[in-house]
């Protein structure tokens, strides 16, 4: 690692402490990490969910509801339209069939899921649509999926079938039709975050169908606002429809010099129910702005919001705009009509769930699996992806496990036990992976859906035993192939390992490449057969996307798709050889960042004195870690060394130490360093070090210890 930080000014590191009131440690972490946006910073601090993007800036997510609305409708005998969710083999697949599943089902709809098994091609399939027509189905929704299946949603249209395609899969070059589309990363799907998972996607369209049942749904709105400005009057307006701001108009009079019908009001009001905070106030000023002849049908919402939060009672308009904690981090003065905004989403959201009491309760167990796929499928932990997985995070660790991650939890012996990020990520997701890998994702979405608590406790023991065939089956495939995947680089310009094997189980495809990229620092391909077709996946890194690569040959391919960094693929047999030469022409236009680049950085140097437990406190703060989020690492230096020992269960290859940091005595942890006592340092030595603050649980009493990256002598 290089010991050299990145320096920050002090005067930068005091703006960010004055401006969102932190301390300077955490200050000088956003800085080093380049989180200086207001808005990039809004999510490392704040966690509520009514930051969230709405819904409803999807374009197509109105046009989904309805659909599905109509769908839940019973006719004259009391049916309804038969609804298929087609999701994926993997933990993002099973976990956003399972949301749309129950959402659903608590609908009332006649709903049944699929997921691929066995040997089943990735995406919508001819034969999963033949299945449903044959059922008289007339609504398919694709979940994790969906977004490459031209000619299968075609298909299905000739069958007198609808689709809706929830898919968070980088588009190709055309997209399905007809459907309707919820795909951030399609153009002009109105989003403004691309990078969620499908699980995120389907939790998004439940949460739309919940507020399907307010009295908002699809209400046009408009909130207005008049304040005096000097011997001005300014009329602020701003258009809502499903709490999306859709127009915005800003009027400025001079008292008596215009008619209402000289400004742009009228037309812009039009059809829209009008909000004021307080009517009598409201139009006392617009009658001295226009005179009696002008007439407001205005509502009043200052009392029926007051009683949600009664320390607004006796508040206006400029009082509220001083207590949104959104304004804060926005790059302008908070404003009248932005707080009343504010507000008005706060009472609409937090009245739909006194209303509907169950709502709090799905979304937390929706928020959950949530969690899961944001890091099974490495989706970066920015954005509101840190708000899902926080929350998803935090109600594990109140003791609120969803039914399925309960029996999980046991079986792995976490359930009650302090759960991070770094647990989903190395102990829960490889697990539930495995089911699909091995074709048996319908056991994993079994365990988040069944009803019955013996069957869950069955399918939780045979994912942990799956789980083990998956390592057996991926150590073979790995000794099988090393040497090829060694081999191979050379050929391939040393842009690219790419391994072939037809004894390798295509459910391990991708496990294997991630392990050679991570050997060898460089994108690999890894391939097998099932029947006459050959199956691939591709995993990426140092800024190389994959997709592209990949697009680049599209014409060889029976499918393909992905993310940046992670893809699959499949061709003919036949075809082999030929995209083996057309990988080989293309290795040699890979550009791939110097790997200096990828290493991680120094975030903070912190001085003895300030070396203290308090230290955990930041480290929580900027949880989740994983993509684009790396675990803190901190510096320090001259600490003396009090104790050291050579420590380990069998090989005993591990230095334990005790630093001494002034108030603090500082238990650390060297994995694999036991070689360097008595060779390069001994007790009393003053060092340097890098390293991450952790709990260590032992016995069933947590601690904090230094988890130690490297260590020197200090000079």
Known sequence: MNWNKTNVLKSDVEAIQHKYGVDAITASILIRRGITNGR?????????????HNPFLFNGMEDAVDRILAAAEKDENG????????????????TATTVLYECLISMGVDVQYRVPEGDDAYGLSIEAIDDFASQYGSLIITVDCGIANVDEVAYAQDKGIDVIVTDHHNPQGTLPSPAIILDAKTEGSGYPFQEISGCALTYKLASALRFAKSKWYKTDVALLNARTEDDNLVIECIKVRNLVPMGRLTETIVPGEKSISDTKLPKYLQGQLILCWNVKETSMLLKQAFGNGAEFNMLGMQDEISRFFPSLRNSNLDKIKTLSKIAKYGDHLPTEIGGFYNIFVTYVQQSLKKENPTFVSSEEKELQLVALAAIADIMPLVDENRIFVRKGIE????????????????????LGKRITSKDIGWSIDPKLNAAGRLGHAGIATELFTSEDPVLREQMAKKIIELNEERKTLTNEAENATIQQAQSSIENYSGKLCVVFDESIFKGVSGILASRYVEQFGIPAIVMSTVGDVVVGSMRSCRGFDVTEFLENMKDIFISHGGHDFAAGFSLERKNLEKYLSMIKENASSITLLPEEESRQSIDAEVPADFMTPELINIVDRFEPYGNENENILFMSRNLPIMSAQIVGKTDKTHLKLTLD???????AMYWGAGNLLHNEIEVGDKVDI???VERNVFNGTESLQLNIKELRKSL
């Not at 049916?79 to 999701?87: A, D, R, T, Y």
């Not at 940091?661 to 238990?667: F, L, S």
């Open 40 to 52: 990039d910073i809004f999510y490392f601090l704040e966690d509520d969910l009514r930051y969230q």
């Open 79 to 94: 049916n309804s339209e038969k609804v298929l969710i087609f999701g994926d083999r993997d933990v993002d697949g099973v």
């Open 395 to 414: 109600y594990l660790n109140a003791g609120r496990a969803r039914k399925g991650l309960i029996e999980l939890l046991s079986q792995i012996n976490l």
């Open 661 to 667: 940091c002034g108030k603090t005595k500082w238990p």
């Open 690 to 692: 890098l390293f991450g």
